[in-house]
């Protein structure tokens, strides 16, 4: 009937993606995807290039708000319920323990997944100009990330939990000026209690997604705008990044004809030349225009694919392998090694060593480093055989970290001391 | 069959599966949602034992919004104290054998039915039975007529 | 990889989702308890004679199944599982759907199971209802010790069906446990404090080879070797058992929060207030005559009975605020009649001297002196690297010592000599009783221990 058809051609007014036209407006036209090209590089689909961290980080985080809402049904934030809410999720809700686990895992893993992604574009050169502030976004996303799973580590209200938070707020502390006035504003109070709990359920919740979703936004945005993704080094002998000073070229994106005839319609112009304004200015010059590709349905087959390896895995997770919950808070009780989330570990082996240095003056020199690469590095080369210096000191920073945390986790004891992890205590 | 049919069905059968695996799993999120526990009163309870029941006077037991009628000496029925207008808890009072609803001015004679105020209905009369240990259940669940009692012999 | 084979490959990812997904959604749909559920209804169906209530009954609805204990902090989900627990009927069948017999009068819908039972309440599968469970302190009690969650509210002091609290209470006051330990904030802290030992995840086994062989269990501690038998060792981990600081709803205590007189009665004569005070003339001029006291005293004050300090020269004891509430009941109507017959029932009273050094034994015996000093204050307890190897015996206090001295030590505090400066410290040390013991408690200790050095010393 003409009426259902008008109800549908008011929903859906592209053409059909058998036409080049229809394939680029849906990408275009569309709220969700249009902050895809139209056309992208086939470049940018070699797995071994991004192997897709950016793309996985996002999904990661697209799953745990998901959980975490779902989660939020249920737990209430009061030292009086926490522990018992925990217990009912994992006992008396349908897929309540399920969704538990999804949670935690998802959580770890986008903590590895988004440092791995920031190695890979360090290792790529993808932070050099024009993409400077692309990368500074990038590291404030990383302490987002750290800070919403630090908040949210709180929440079940156990033994781990508690303790945890108690190391990892007393490690803050040390920083001079800020430090115990800052622990006080995060803790409401001078313990981990009531206050603190809802404090850290309204960070975890409503303030750090919204910073961070906010965030996600400018960085996609910043990734168009900046040109696209980088191209990969390897490809970077046929063309290079425009020198400084020179005005950049435009790319001519090509416009597939209309079918049904030569003449080009006026919408699909329209496109064209929006197309050619977003990517003017900043895009290298792609040297063979068959190796562009459209999004539809090339990078979202890919994309898909992605998500659907990460969903699954993180299925496979949080069937079977069960979200840790020790016993109730208790903080007469102190467990003894008492240790702070996996990803601080490192920190605490540090403050093992020195309170102020390890504690403090190493985090903020690491993030203070992070922060001016981009700056500091303004050499136009991006492959990797040409920056051997500063990856190796990257790689060896990240591998420091890595062990400090192995360290932190497995071999120490009672009372910090070392011990062999097979040792029974 | 051809290479572009068969790449076709591959097409159509991922689409099947996502497109179920959406559905699968929006059910199942809507099972995520519905309660399978209360942290409320439940519907059905018991009582006390007969013998806690004086005749005459309804018990209210206040945290199960339900009067015990004992108006017989071995007659056992439940009625709801809350009130059918607005949902407060109704009072009885033995001068004049009638609930009263504090809120809006409804008031019930002792067999539940409206005789003044603003309520539309009457009160509900509840199943009672005898539990296997000795105890009067109540099942909010179920509400039967206003005669319905159950006898107990003692 | 060619565009055909990306286009495969995400349309068999996508049918692996859809098997994860169906296969979480069965995994949650298929809980360990509805099997049970399902057996218990086809048990329950195939017992019932009626064909209508047999087919309604194999239709039930499965559903978890709990009881809501606000009063006692806790959620039992145990009939989820155990169906039969309140039907009489099905006295015979196999477990879990037994009935429970010898419940009245705790009433499953008013205490739920693991009041009495331990184990974790709120879970739905066995290993995590039962245990053992790494993280839930409350462990499910064997059937041996199960009467010692009695103990939780009967506070009372002859608990029907578990002599075995009285007996432990008795062993508790003779062997000085609160020497070293807190029992529900009475005592001293070289020991940990075991008003919770219900709650904090340790097995009767444990404990039983705790009082046995201390060392045994914990390679450092400085719990000296009590020596006990078998049947203290049985009765003392009763007791632990049932100690907890979890709140509950006052109606679930036995002992009424309105304390009676009858109650106040029996403690008056327990704790010998005879031998100081009198009724009406009747009793012991030491004190002053408790006629009347309640209306020339505020409740507030009378509340502090046996406090330190609570009222000079009268000694110090430990009394629970019920237990204070108690005897003000009593004292507000007792009368001459009450105390002749406490009398009566009084062993007769010792003179004046021996009534002061047996009152010092007491004392000694209340707050535990016994514990570290022997019984009898005769010594014994191993305290390695302290000089002479022993926490010391004080019979002979009198020679080393004057009373002002050892009235020093006792309100002070005393870390014991070492015999070798190198090695640890050793780990039993005089605390310091200032805080809880009056000076005239001290008197009294001292009186007794004086009365310990033999008359017939040689003097040299």
Redesign the interface.
Known sequence: MKLLRDIWRSYRRRDSVATTKGKLQLVVHSLWLHIHPAKVHRSHFRLTYTWYLGFVSFYLFLILVATGV?LM?YYRPTTAFAY?DM??LE?????????RNMHRWGAHAMIIVVVLHMYRVYFTGSYKKPRQLNWVIGVALLLLTLLLSFTGYLLPW??LAFWAITVGTAIGAYTPWLGPKGREILLGGHTVGDAALIRFYVLHCVALPTLTTLLIMLHFWRIRKDGGLSPPPSNLREFESPAPGTRPVAVAIPVAPHPGGTATSASARAVAVALEEVSEARAPRYAEDKDIAFSY??AF??E??AF??T??LM??A??YWNAP????ANPAKTPNPSKAPWYFLGVQELVSYSALIGGVVAPALMVIALLVIPYLDTRDVRAPSKRKWGIWIFTLVTLANVVFIVIGTFFRGEGWKLVWPWASP | MNRRSFFFSWAKAGAAALWTAGIAGTA??V???????SYEPPLSFKAGVPEDFPVGTPTLLPEENTFIVRDRERGFRACSAVCTHLGCTVRWSSGDQRFYCPCHGSVYDAEGKVIDGPAPRPLDWYEVTMAKDGQLQVDKHRVVPRDKRLIVES | MT?HR??V??SL??I??LG??V???H???TPPWKPYQNRFYALAADREQDDAASRALRNSQLE?K?ILLPGLQR?D?CTTCHLGVDDPTLAGVPHPFRFHADLEPHRSARFGCTICHGG?G????KM?AHGPVQ???EPRLPKRYLRASCGRCHHEGAIPGAPEMQHARRIVGSRGCLGCHRLKGFGNTIGPDLSNEARH?RSPEWLEQHFRDPRSVTPTSPMPDFKFSQREIEALTFYLLSLTTQPMAPYYLSVPMLPTAEQGRTLFAEASCISCHSIQGVGSSEGPDLHGVTQRRSARWLERIGHREFCEGMPTFTFAPRTARALVSFLAVATKKDARAILEERIPTLPPDDALTDAGRRTTLHFGCVGCHGEGLNGGTPNPNSQGGEVPALIHLADDYTRGEVAAIIRRGKTPPLEDPKKAAPPLYMPTWRNILADEDIDRIIAYAWSLLPEDTEAW
Do not use: C, H
């Not at chain 1, 919950?325 to 109730?328: P, Q």
């Not at chain 2, 099972?31 to 526990?37: A, H, I, N, S, Y």
């Open positions: 779902a049904f018992q217990k009912d006992f008396a809700v349908f897929l309540g323990k399920f969704t156990d033994q349905p090339f087959y890919r898909g694919i659907l390896i969903f699954a299925i496979v949080a069937m919950l020790e016993e109730l | 199942a999120a099972k995520f949602f519905q309660p399978m526990v | 565009e990306i286009a490959l995400f990812l996508s692996a989702t994860l997904t296969a979480a959604i995994q949650a749909n978890i709990q959620v989900r974790q709120l879970a739905t599968e995590a993280n839930w302190l995840e």
